[in-house]
């Protein structure tokens, strides 16, 4: 029984330690999310799978001729995380990609046009298209060889070759197989125009069509748009004139307007001038057999009459402020600057705010117009477009400005007492607002210290208040006056400001004096206290103290007991005054505390106590002169001198006590 | 000298040394103000004079043209959760970052219906070295505009349930979520792009996500576009000091909680009665001190 209790044991602290380890290795063992990696110790890992499954998708945009995908697509190809020595790859299949893309696209366009042109019996102009197909074609086929080239680089670089499955080798041959049905889809448009081309040769060797010569005339030469203008020519085959045919009228090679010839092949017509603002237009004239002329004869294009075209152009400057604010109108300047004077009664403009329209209206050629900025209006630089749409011979302009959108911060203008009592109140009153008017029915906290009150501004930003003053430990000082604005207008700001004053604490300032005055009057009889226990230690008799040795260079002074009397009036008036100075010099120690130490001179002695005796230093300085004298000099004293010695040592004496 | 003042002066010296380095030796933990190696945002607090919050009470009155930047790696209680409320829908910013945090608890109070997946975002192609570290080319126009071409994020999450219009970041077209945690794709993994970051009005204020809080540390931030994108989303007209960071929702080691706990020392006792006080304290013990000295010299 112990036995299996002791397995089982063992096997639970296994169980235990191992589980301990788990719950500590966790997040090494990646059983927890990882938050962040340090990107400069970070492992470099490069995907071919990612990177060969990149190129499959590109192709497939390729396939769906879907250009602008496609360019979408390879454009990030730089910020691709790729091996070294497989940028210039890379590069080359994004490069080449997008090309193919474009060309695809060109190419099948073409090939429709084509159709249609040889419908049209345009043998010269199918000709001319055919060939640029096929330029394209190889230039194509070219490009398709390059992203098969870089596609087999990778291939190699990731040993995707190597292998003969996986999904690295999967995702290879899936590029290769994108490769080869852009392939396929080339050699059908190949053999859509190796068909075409046979249909062209057809018309080339069939020598009973006749072909046809198309003249053009048109006038005038010159036209502001809108204009009408004349055109006319004739249409003739093989010198005989062909009568009811239908002539068709090409600007910028599409057809435009259309005319049908009379008996002598002799066609005309008026077109007015499209609203197209470019300088020049070319005008053809275009014959293509129809109905029972299919067959008989060729299309003819008319020689290109190049027709110049007029409009008014003109450049537009704005002025916007520099600053608006949401909510708020903001006045838009501008000056249309047509170069000549013929000018339009009035012109619509649209103003835009970014891409949000604000407003249309009829301006002159220079205006002033007022827009709303909505109140949620993001704060920043935005930009203000106007735009005038084209008006007849008036081409279209349009101009931008960066206007700044802010919130005005409110100012506030308060009267405020420079001191406050405590206990009181005092009374606030002024006024916010800003450069863009009053601030109006906000609400506004003002607290100081814990005394806290709310109110609301009036309608022209003006509030009045009274602020009881709260108790507070601070018996003088400054302190601070929080106000809060929360504005209602969208077009101001919050504000958070504050103002200092001077606050006097009656209480605090009248406990404090109360408690000097207590420790005042406590320190003085403390003071007499000690006087009077310093004034009982002095020695009843007439003993003078004998002078001890003290020690060279010590620190401590032992302080000599006093001697029992002053001065004795039978001795000498010398005797008498050291007698006198020694009793007061120790008075003083005892009092002060003040040390004489060895090397101290009486006059050093005299400023070390100076400060602690007060009124009374003036006498100890007279007398220590006079000790000086004395001890340092031949000057005998006399009996006077003994008794003024005697008189400043009672002063000195008096004013200890006092 | 007696034991108890050779013991009271070594407690003292430890106080001392123990206080000296706390406050000097700089923190290691991630996401800390005080770290200036590769996992703090020393640098983004300095750059954008951004204030440390310990608390959510700290929060301004008036939060108008101020942003608050929380990461979201510790629970929320209610309190926390209406003061950001608060906060947002009386004109403030919030940017709110979390890949695998509880930010999606902040979404829910805030009645958003954008959330974090919570899995790992993973491109192996678009990336910095590996695929965790995701780079960013899709950007909203306005974004474009301001001149934000790439970002790098890592280990970071993907955004769900965001309207297109709210959308300003997307992963690319190779990116996917790696729900089984094998580190590769396989077919039952939704593909990107996935939206990365989204921004939305509330009230008077915005609440910008980013599924990548990793783009503020020191060794992120000027990783390619990173500090334009962070300048956007903070606000590229905020002047210093309107940054606010929230702390109180890292997780912090002692050495950043006692280095915490110091600061609000410090700050306790630069008021004028504490500092009054601790004179006076000063004041006796040297006088007690020097008194008792002079007299037993006596």
């Given amino acids: 029984m112990r036995n299996i209790i002791n397995h089982l044991s063992k096997r639970l602290a296994l169980v235990a330690i191992v589980a301990v380890l788990v719950f500590c290795a966790s997040p090494v063992l990646g059983l927890e999310p990882v938050s962040q990696e340090d990107p400069e110790a970070a492992e470099l890992v490069f995907s ?10 590109s192709l497939d945009s390729v ?69 640029e197909i096929s330029d394209k074609l190889t230039q194509a086929y070219g490009d398709l060889d390059g992203i098969e080239d870089a596609t087999e680089v990778t291939g190699e670089e990731f040993r995707a070759t190597a292998r003969s499955r996986g999904d690295l080798r999967r995702s290879y041959d899936e590029v290769l197989d994108r490769i080869e049905r852009i392939r396929e889809m080339l050699d059908l448009y190949k053999s859509l125009m190796a068909d075409t081309l046979l249909g062209i040769e057809e018309l080339q060797l069939a020598e009973d069509l006749q072909s046809t010569e198309l ?58 001038l499209p609203y197209w603002y470019v300088y020049q237009v070319e005008v053809q004239a275009l014959y293509y057999p129809r109905d029972e002329d299919i067959g008989v004869y060729l299309s003819s294009l008319s020689p290109e009459v190049e027709l110049e075209v007029l409009f008014y152009e003109a450049e537009l400057e704005l002025t916007v402020e520099e600053e608006a604010y949401p909510g708020q109108e903001t006045t838009i300047g501008g000056e249309f600057d047509y170069g000549q004077p ?152 919050m504000l958070s400001t504050s103002r200092s004053i001077v606050v006097v604490n009656m209480v605090s300032s009248g406990g404090i004096l109360a408690i000097l005055i207590v420790l005042g009057v406590l320190a003085r009889g403390r003071l007499g206290r000690r006087r009077k226990v310093v004034l009982s230690r002095m020695p009843a008799g007439g003993v003078i103290a004998q002078p001890q040795l003290a020690q060279a260079y010590g620190d401590s002074v032992v302080i000599p007991i006093l001697a029992a009397e002053k001065s004795e009036s039978k001795h000498e008036p010398r005797s ?83 | 000298m007696k034991t108890s003042d050779v013991l009271l002066a070594v407690a003292a010296l430890i106080i001392v040394i123990s206080l000296v380095c706390i406050w000097l030796y700089p923190s290691v933990q991630d996401f800390m103000a005080a770290n200036r190696l590769w996992n703090g945002i020393r640098n983004l607090s300095s750059e954008f004079d951004a204030a440390n919050l310990d608390s959510l009470d700290e929060l301004p009155e008036l939060p108008q043209e101020k942003t608050l930047v929380a990461i979201s790696y510790l629970p929320y209680e209610d309190e926390d959760l209406s003061k950001m409320r608060n906060f947002v829908t009386q004109g403030g910013t919030l940017l709110l970052m979390d890949d695998y945090g509880y930010g999606n608890s902040v979404l829910e109070y805030l009645g958003l219906n954008a959330r974090f997946t919570g899995e790992s975002l993973l491109d192996p192609l678009f990336c910095y070295k590996n695929q965790w570290m995701p780079k960013i080319t899709d950007f909203s126009p306005e974004l474009e505009e301001s001149g934000i071409k790439v970002m790098v994020l890592n280990h970071a999450t993907s955004l769900t349930d965001v309207g297109e219009s709210n959308v300003i970041a997307w992963s690319s077209g190779s990116s996917f979520l790696d729900l089984d945690e094998d580190e590769s794709w396989g077919e039952e993994e939704p593909k990107g792009p996935f939206p990365v970051a989204a921004k939305f009005k509330l009230g008077k204020g915005t609440v910008t996500l980013v599924s990548d809080p990793s ?25 210093p000091g309107q940054t ?55």
Wanted: hydrophobic letters at 40%.
């Fill in chain 2, 215 to 239: 783009i503020m540390i020191n060794s992120m931030m000027r990783k390619d576009d990173n500090y334009s994108f962070i300048k956007y989303l903070i606000g590229p007209e905020l002047e």
């Fill in chain 1, 63 to 131: 396939l769906k001729k879907d250009a602008e995908e496609t360019e979408a697509k390879l454009q990030k190809a730089p910020f691709a995380n790729i091996p070294e020595c497989l940028m210039e790859a890379t590069g080359n299949f994004a490069a080449k990609g997008m090309d193919i893309s474009r060309l695809v696209v060109n190419i099948d366009e073409n090939l429709g046009i084509l159709g249609e042109l040889l419908a049209q019996s345009r043998l010269e102009e199918s000709l001319e298209l055919a060939s």
């Fill in chain 1, 576 to 658: 008498r005054i050291l007698n006198l100075y020694r009793w007061t010099v120790r008075l003083i120690q005892a009092i002060t505390n003040v040390i004489v130490r060895p090397q101290q001179t009486l006059r050093e002695f005299f400023r070390e106590s100076r400060m602690s005796l007060g009124p009374s230093a003036r006498f100890f300085e007279q007398l220590t002169r006079m000790v000086e004298r004395l001890l340092y000099s031949n000057y005998q004293p006399t009996e006077e001198d003994a008794v003024k010695s005697e008189q400043l040592s009672h002063n000195i004496e008096e004013g200890i006590k006092r």
């Fill in chain 1, 342 to 493: 013929l000018l339009p009664g009035g012109r619509k403009v649209e103003i835009y705010l970014g891409s949000d329209f604000l407003v249309e209206a009829i301006v002159q050629e220079t205006f002033e117009q007022k827009i709303l900025i909505a109140p949620e209006t993001e704060i920043g630089y935005h930009t203000i477009t106007v735009s005038a749409p084209p008006m007849g011979r008036y081409a279209p302009v349009t101009a931008s400005a960066y206007v700044k959108i802010t919130r005005a911060t409110p100012i506030v203008d308060m009267d405020l007492p420079r001191i406050a009592m405590i206990p009181g109140s005092i009374a606030l009153n002024g006024r916010i607002y800003s450069e863009v008017g009053p601030v109006s029915g906000a609400p506004i906290k003002i607290s100081m210290g814990k005394s806290q009150i709310n109110l609301v501004s009036s309608e022209e930003g003006t509030f009045d208040a009274r602020v009881k003053m709260a108790m507070e430990l601070s018996p003088i000082g400054s302190q601070d006056i929080q106000i809060q604005v929360i504005p209602r207008e969208p077009w101001h700001a």
């Fill in chain 1, 215 to 272: 003249t053009l005339k048109v006038e005038p030469m010159t036209a502001f748009v809108g204009d009408y203008i004349h055109f006319e020519g004739i249409l003739a085959s093989e010198g005989e004139c062909l009568a009811g045919r239908k002539v068709d009228i090409l600007l910028d090679g599409s057809q435009y307007a259309a005319s049908v010839t009379g008996a002598d092949g002799y066609y005309q017509g008026t077109l007015q």
């Fill in chain 1, 48 to 57: 071919g799978i990612s990177l060969l499954r990149y190129y499959s998708s």
């Fill in chain 2, 244 to 298: 606010l960071t929230d702390r109180s929702h890292l997780p912090k080691d002692p050495r950043d909680e006692s280095r915490i706990a110091l600061t609000s020392l410090r700050k306790f006792f630069s008021l004028p009665y504490p500092l009054l006080g601790l004179t006076a304290v000063v004041f006796i013990v040297v006088s007690r001190y020097t008194l008792k000295k002079r007299l037993f010299k006596m």
